[in-house]
């Protein structure tokens, strides 16, 4: 797992320089790490020194961590959030609301976005009770400074719904589906144009 989450990375890297190089649009990837990474003390100097090696500013690196690695020891992930910080890089939660949600998570550690599991809108289609959670959470996020993604987003309804609580971005399917990288860089440039 580690050697896949650091090659994932390295791709994520290249393409970022790549973009950077050809003048093309840029946003920033997200990049998913274990749990393992986590309890290595070296891990944000890696971080670091391989966006450096490629010329990428740290900013346009999400670092993501599931809500369940979150969960471990809170200690050290405030620890770990912090020097991510203090290097440039931006965390995220993602997949909050998948397991047991703790409110003192959101309130010990500082996350520039959480992801919303997609788990949320695929029950809370015809359920008031849930529309209402969500309606909740995003409030409550957006309160804690905190910018907020929906995952899993299928229908015209589900994004409008999500538009009119105040969600900041969405993804799923009825956006798109995954994309091989060209594709995407294609898509991209053409949204930019308009």
């Known amino acids: 797992v580690l050697k896949l989450d650091l ?3 390295e791709e994520s890297l290249r393409l970022l320089k790549r973009w950077l190089e ?4 840029v946003v920033p990837i997200g990049v998913n790490f274990s749990r393992l990474h986590l309890e290595d003390p070296s891990f944000i ?3 670091s020194s391989m966006a450096d090696q490629y010329g990428v500013p740290h900013s346009l690196l999400e670092i993501e961590l599931t809500e369940s690695v979150v969960f471990g020891n809170l200690e050290r992930m405030k620890q770990v959030i912090d020097g991510l910080h ?3 890089f931006s965390v995220a939660m993602d997949d909050f609301g998948s397991g047991y949600s703790s409110l003192n998570v959101l309130k010990n550690l500082y996350f520039d976005c959480i992801k919303l599991d997609k788990e949320f809108l695929a ?4 359920n008031p009770r849930m529309r209402q959670v969500i309606s ?6 957006k309160g804690l400074g905190s910018s907020i993604v929906a ?3 299928e229908t015209k309804e589900q994004a409008e719904f999500l538009s009119r609580i105040g969600c900041d971005m969405a993804q799923g399917y009825l956006f798109s589906r995954p994309l091989p990288a060209g594709e995407f860089e294609k898509r991209l440039q053409d949204e930019t144009k308009k």
């Open 22 to 25: 050809e003048e093309k649009p």
């Open 136 to 141: 909740g959470a995003v409030e409550m996020i």
């Open 7 to 9: 090659f994932i990375l």
């Open 123 to 126: 029950k809370g289609e015809g």
């Open 151 to 153: 995952e899993g987003v």
């Open 86 to 88: 203090e290097k440039g």
């Open 45 to 47: 100097e890696t971080l």
